[in-house]
Nanobody
Framework: QVQLVESGGGVVQPGGSLRLSCAASGRTFSGRMLGWFRQAPGKEREFVSAIDWLNGMTYYGTSVRGRFIISRDIAKNTADLQMNSLKPEDTAVYSC?????????????????WGQGTQVTVSS
């Protein structure tokens, strides 16, 4: 069973940047997709980004495209989410998740294992 641990959350001013990291522990990452989702209070979980662990193809939600960049380090079993030009509406708990299939990645149900999440707060 894959265990995922997020790190890198915090408080940042609007326009600033943060880098989140998702580490797979316990065993080599065995899923196909590594996704990032976020959930703000009172809102549904929202797809942020995903990366195909096998070929490196990347996917982004419309609200973050052009501002966020997802990457992976196969040797370290980690996936990072570089978040730039942050806005107050980016405030949420960000979670990484592992999924098995590359043809479906945009919904929480596509993923089997989840991390605990890390809080990102964008505020002046």
């Amino acid at each position: 069973q894959v265990q995922l641990v997020e790190s890198g959350g915090g408080v940042v001013q609007p326009g600033g940047s943060l880098r989140l990291s998702c580490a797979a522990s316990g065993r080599t990452f065995s899923g196909r997709m590594l996704g990032w989702f976020r959930q703000a209070p009172g809102k549904e979980r929202e797809f942020v980004s995903a990366i195909d662990w096998l070929n490196g193809m990347t996917y982004y939600g419309t609200s973050v495209r052009g501002r966020f960049i997802i990457s992976r380090d196969i040797a370290k079993n980690t996936a990072d989410l570089q978040m730039n030009s942050l806005k107050p509406e980016d405030t949420a708990v960000y979670s990484c998740a592992s999924g098995l299939f590359s043809d479906s990645y945009g919904y929480p149900g596509d993923y089997s294992f989840w991390g605990q999440g890390t809080q990102v707060t964008v505020s002046s």
